[in-house]
Each structure stands twice: as structure tokens, then as C-alpha cells.
């Protein structure tokens, strides 16, 4: 048994095995891969085995259509979109917060993020029987264990405790053990653990022909955000002076510019995954702008609504950075379609035909998703340090995300007025980077916010997403279901 179970993941693993992160090295044609080929050629091998598990994040269970409407589309700043006909299987329901623990979307995101962490368990497996450097295994390592960090972000920002998969499950008793949850605040721990050990061994400069690859200031910046969730001030503040001290990162004057080719890997960038749309193997992360394209071009959904939209102060740069109108001529010349049927589309993820690489395929486009950026660690720093009383720290990393977006300096002066302020701020300043509904819910708004917008949202219950019922069906039980579904 424990032969059977090993052969048919390490199947399923070696077939993954084609791309590497990096823009050059993504135009390598698939070709077979054996362990012996891993082990025999260990700078290939090595390589292949991680790239493996970076090409997860291209794939449309992690990054696409059930993420999108799971972490934006359930927010206030988001509607369904689309035409009414048109559901996208559950996204309606996660629109209304009417989903039960058979909507689709949650099993979708749930599986391919632990397909993510497998892959990670076979890698890091593989990975010790690799003949290189100390120095260069250890990057590896770091890599792997910051990528499976990230998995786990994800999965518990969605359900809180899942099952802590930490190796190759082999045995049955493995099996057994992978399929009971772990508590939150293990999940939590392991995420620190990984990041802890990813910023030991991670470089802090990526190369310009390796850029995609995470460096040791991605686990800083995944830490600070951990930190903030877990309301563990001092510790992220930590995490934030250490990306901030080490003067490698500023913001981009154009906040427009962020999202287009031209501002990728920009020095407000800390990580991106990298994505390709032109050449004869485009990867782009499947159909992440399709989905939310203007209509007829795309598919039209997670829509700004109209509630985001009156968010903005006025003269704030952001809102027509962020949200294009019907009938409105864009940066590139294109026009919105007067008659599409979306008043507003999502404009972070336009990509130009005209003006941007475009190799004639929408659902692989060159259009990288920016994870981890030096405007966000300016909120979290201005949050923790309002926290821990520091107000004047807080309020001059506020106004440096203020001041780009052409707004005067904040006038709270209180700590509570300046935690609101703060709270506002990050809405505009990251709306549609897949964060909003997580930071109702963990600054204890969720329900009082999204009510007043007719959702139903209820308390106790929506503090975290149902456990897919297959995945509890699958484990024999042995998974025990959230509160309340």
C-alpha cells in the first residue's frame, strides 16, 4: 500500500515538472522527467523540482475564478458582474453570501492549494537526495518553504484550521493523519516556522532574469501581514521596519502605472508571479483577466460596485486607476462599449492589446498578479504602530500613501479616529488584490459592513468558509465541518 500510494503521486508529481518561474526560462518546451534524470543532473533537477511547484500558482484553482470570488466578489467593493444568466456556478451565491459548503468554489480553492503544498512535500523529499552546494540547496529550501507558506496563508485566511501536511503521506497512517484539521493556531505556527527558515536561506536580491523567484523580504512581507492578523503588533512592525530599513523599496509615483507591463518588478514590488503572454509557450495564470475582462471581450466578473466607488475622496489618483466605466476611453485608447452590461469593470486587471505584450490569447495573458507590494507594508505599518500608540509613526507612513494619491496629509489625531482612517485607507489603496473580505472579517467589521449592503452575512458563522463537504465526505468524517454549516 504504502508503494502504491508513493508511485502514483510521484506519477502525478514528475508530470508537473515542464516551466521554471522566470520569464526565459518559461519558454522551455515540456519534455519527459525521471528521478533519475532529478538526480543525475542536480542543478536541472533542482530547478524542476521547484519550478514544479511555482507552476501552481499559474493554475485557475489557486489564482483564478473560485480565488477571485472567494476573497473579492464575496466584499463589499465587488459585485457578481457578468449578465444575470450567468452564475459562474456559485459566484451569485458567494455575491449574496447565500453558499453552503457544496458551493463549488471552496473545494476548487481548497484543492489547489494543498495540489500546491503536495507538491512542496515531493520537492523538499527529492530535494535531499540532490547532489549540490550546501548554499545552493539551502535557497531551494527556502523557496519551497516560503511557496508552501503561502499555500497555507491562503487555506487559513479561508477556513481557519486545515490538515498540516508537512511531508510525503506514504502510509496509511500518514493518509490518516492528513486528513484531520489542525487548529488555526497550528496552521499559523507552521506558516511562521517556514517563513522563519525561508528568510535563513533566501537571497535578498533576485536577478533580473530570475525575477517571480521569492526573496527573504516575501517572507518578511508575509509575516507582517500574519502578524497583523493575529494582532501581534510589535512583531509586525518588526517585519516591516526590516523591508523598510533595508532601503530597497519605495513607492511608485504613478499609482496607475502599477498595474500595467511597465510598472512590473517596479521598486514597489516585493513579489509578483510572473507571468508570460507572448512566445510559443505563453503561461500566464489561466484566464485570471478573462474572467474579469470587459464584456463581451471577457467575462465581466468581480465588478466594482457603486459602494467602492463613492469610497474615494475626491481628487484621489486611485479611483480611475482602479475602476473603468462604461463608455470611457482608456490609457490605451480602447473604449469601454457603451452599452456593456457593467456600469464598472475592474481596470487593475486590463491588459492593453495595443500597448502591452500580446500574443493573441486572452486566457494566457502577460499580466503578473502583484502579491506582496511596499504600499501595502506602509498600511500594515501605519496600522500596528497606531496600535502599540506610536501616532506619529503611524500617521507619516499614512501619508505617504495619502500623499501619492494626491491627497493631503490625514486629519485624525486619535488613535481611533486614525484606525478608522487607516481602515479606509487600505480599502482604496488594495482594492481587488484579494484582501478585502479578510480584513473585515479579522478587524471585526464583516458582519455590520456587509448587512448594511444587504448581504447576508451572519455572524459566527461567515467568520470563516464552510469546509467542503467532499473533502469531509472524502476524509471518512475524520474533517469536522466550521460552526454553523
Not at 502599477?258 to 495564470?285: C, M, Q
Not at 456587509?450 to 448581504?455: P, S, T, Y
Amino acid at each position: 500500500m504504502k508503494t502504491k500510494i508513493f508511485r502514483i503521486g510521484l506519477m502525478m508529481f514528475l508530470s508537473m515538472i515542464v516551466f521554471s518561474c522566470g520569464k526565459n526560462f518559461l519558454n522551455e518546451p515540456p519534455r519527459t522527467v525521471t528521478i533519475e534524470d532529478l538526480l543525475n543532473n542536480p542543478q536541472d533537477g533542482a530547478q524542476r523540482l521547484t519550478a514544479a511547484v511555482y507552476n501552481k500558482l499559474y493554475d485557475w484553482d489557486v489564482h483564478t475564478f473560485s480565488w477571485i470570488g472567494i476573497s473579492s466578489i464575496t466584499s463589499d467593493d465587488a459585485d457578481k458582474g457578468s449578465i444575470e444568466g450567468d452564475a459562474g456556478t456559485d459566484k451569485h451565491l458567494l455575491d449574496n453570501w447565500t453558499f453552503d459548503a457544496n458551493s463549488y468554489s471552496f473545494n476548487e480553492s481548497w484543492a489547489g492549494n494543498f495540489d500546491g503544498i503536495g507538491r512542496v512535500a515531493y520537492a523538499l523529499e527529492f530535494m535531499q537526495d540532490i547532489d549540490l552546494p550546501q548554499a545552493e540547496k539551502d535557497r531551494y529550501i527556502g523557496e519551497l518553504k516560503m511557496l508552501r507558506a503561502y499555500f497555507y496563508w491562503n487555506l487559513v485566511r479561508m477556513f481557519g484550521g486545515v490538515p498540516k501536511i508537512d511531508r510525503v503521506l506514504s502510509t496509511k497512517e500518514d493518509i490518516a493523519t492528513g486528513s484531520v484539521r489542525a487548529s488555526a493556531a497550528e496552521i499559523y505556527a507552521f506558516i511562521e516556522s517556514d517563513c522563519q527558515e525561508a528568510i535563513a536561506k533566501l537571497p535578498a536580491t533576485i536577478p533580473s532574469e530570475e525575477l517571480g523567484r521569492v526573496s527573504k523580504y516575501t517572507a518578511y512581507a508575509l509575516l507582517a501581514k500574519m502578524y497583523l492578523y493575529q494582532k501581534r503588533w510589535a512583531e509586525s512592525k518588526a517585519m516591516c521596519d526590516a523591508i523598510i530599513n533595508s532601503n530597497r523599496f519605495s513607492l511608485l509615483p504613478d499609482y496607475a502605472k502599477i498595474w500595467r507591463e511597465a510598472g512590473e518588478f517596479s521598486s514597489e514590488s516585493i513579489w509578483e508571479v510572473n507571468a508570460i503572454g507572448n512566445g510559443s509557450t505563453p503561461k500566464g495564470i489561466q484566464q485570471y483577466t478573462s474572467v474579469q475582462d470587459i464584456r463581451p471581450r471577457g467575462w465581466g466578473f468581480n465588478t466594482p460596485s457603486l459602494d467602492l466607488a463613492n469610497a474615494y475622496e475626491p481628487g484621489d489618483k486611485r479611483k480611475a486607476a482602479t475602476i473603468m466605466f462604461r463608455g470611457q476611453t482608456l490609457w490605451d485608447g480602447e473604449i469601454v462599449p457603451s452599452d456593456a452590461p457593467n456600469e464598472r469593470y475592474n481596470y487593475k486587471t486590463f491588459v492593453s492589446r495595443t500597448q502591452e505584450t500580446w500574443a493573441g490569447d486572452q486566457d494566457q495573458t502577460n499580466k503578473n498578479l502583484r502579491v506582496f507590494r511596499y504600499g501595502e507594508i506602509l498600511l500594515i505599518k501605519a496600522e500596528v504602530e497606531n496600535e502599540l500608540g506610536n501616532i506619529p509613526a503611524a500617521t507619516t507612513a499614512i501619508n505617504q500613501i495619502r500623499n501619492r494619491a494626491g491627497l493631503p496629509n490625514t486629519t485624525a489625531i486619535t488613535k481611533d479616529d486614525l484606525r478608522n482612517a487607516i481602515y479606509k485607507e487600505r480599502r482604496v489603496e488594495m482594492a481587488f488584490e484579494h484582501d478585502r473580505t479578510f480584513d473585515l472579517r479579522r478587524t471585526g467589521r464583516a458582519g455590520s459592513v456587509l448587512r448594511a449592503l444587504g448581504k447576508n452575512y451572519i455572524d459566527g458563522v461567515h467568520d470563516l468558509f464552510p469546509i467542503p463537504q467532499i473533502q469531509i465526505d472524502r476524509s471518512g468524517g475524520k474533517l469536522i465541518q466550521n460552526p454553523g454549516y
